[in-house]
């Protein structure tokens, strides 16, 4: 062997060295990760046992969560989903990691979602988290609601224009009093976003009716899918490595911080503007501390609701609406349950009525079971000490989640996990079949999402409202095609899908 290189010279003989001790170093380390790591013992894709490219890598298609569903059907309820990172299929598993108490802090690489400084999706420190929660809680109490529900509805009215704005006049045409498609992944887009932006900053960007505004939406989608891959391989941005991968979410991202900063100078400079959420916050006290939040503290918190707020409710509505309008029954029942419930338009507020609507309920917690927004894994990291997850044994360091997709398509806690079923929801429906333990569209315990009050309020709403106020139809397919027809969603940190298409004709 010597030899062999005997001609080379001395930098060749270095630079032979340095490539024999590369190779060994990565067989060294390949032998590690796949005989004598701790997680070796468990199945899993094979790329996956020496790198976090094959999660990145579904994480940039948007398929991720159904990647781990296909794994967990091919390997068990336990799979080796990284290097370092273990997937469990089980309701005991939703319990161990994400409820009260848990063992484990939030994933190292949620801070690539900061924006400008640690936030509550972000931070791990979980004093720090505790306090600000319970300040940010504040803003979405029943009561808090309340004062919300003026913007919430004045956007429904305007969502009502806009539909409406469509309907075909046309003397001739066999569809009069309809209106024409419209796409509500792009409406209820609009309408989240508009929502929340009137909300948190008492801002009015109008996007249901001006585009000048949608480049927000739409940098905010671009910018998800950098930061999904990033969320499974922060690696990837080593050497501005990602900005090379992903120019046009690095475009995205510029621009919708950008509008944030733009955004928050605006509300900063009106400190006495009172009646929003930034407001309402600005007055807040830690029950426990009497300390509030800073204006930093307050500018991050509020700008990822804008994020986070919008494309969870947006999601949501447009899974209920593809549901409900591919099941003539259920969207008969839920028809005439709103209208039952309600006289008029002004009748359709929260409170007594709206919560009588229980199947229209079902139905929206049928669709987040099915499509829900945010649908891969939420990754924890185990805390020193190690820690036992449903039975199984993992040292500190271990990442470990539970898909939420995949939980909420197992078959064990949920029969039939593809059907559309909203009964399974009902109490003495003869049909109840839901394991809450398994259900966490909005994840569970402390770090579940302090604005699902305010989701849900504005899905509810909004639902009622639309079909209390017009009939709808699918014009992308008929009943026999939509029924038990997946809503597919594409995730990119958030999820979001296509569709439906609906045509609508006012009843009033």
Known sequence: MFKLFAGVGEAGNVGIALLVGFILLVLTRALYLGVFHPLA???????????????AYHAWKGDIHIDIYRCHARYGDQVRYAPNRLLINTAGAVQDIYGHRAPVKKYVNYRVLAQQAPNTLTMQDKTQHSRRRRVLSQGFSARSLESWQPRIVSQLDRLSQ?????????????????????DMARTFDRLAFDTMTSVS????????????????????????????????AQELATGNLDGRLFPSSIAGRRQFVRFIRELLGTRLRALDKGGDLFAFLQQCKDPATGEGLGVTELSTETATFIIAGSDTSSTTMAAVCHYVTGSSECHRRVTDEVRSAF??????????ALNSCVFLRACVDEALRLSPPAASALWREVEDGGASIDGHWLPPGCEVGVGIYSIHHRVTEWPKPFQFNPDRWLKGSGTQEVDG????PFSIGARSCIGKPLALAQVMLTMARLFWEFDMRRVDRDDSEAKDVEYVVADHVTAGGQGPMLSFRPRI
């Open 41 to 55: 013992r468990y199945p899993g894709p094979l790329l996956a046992r020496f790198s976090n490219l094959y999660s």
């Open 162 to 182: 806009v539909i409406r704005g469509c309907l075909i006049t046309t003397p001739s045409s066999m569809e009069n009093g309809w209106t024409t498609r419209l």
């Open 201 to 232: 900053f008492d801002s009015d960007f109008d996007t249901l009716r001006s585009s000048k505004y949608r480049y927000g939406i739409e940098a905010i989608s671009a910018s998800n899918i950098r930061l999904s891959v990033l969320l499974q």
């Open 343 to 352: 006289a008029s338009l002004k009748d359709i507020r929260l409170g007594p």
């Open 437 to 440: 333990r398994a259900y966490m």
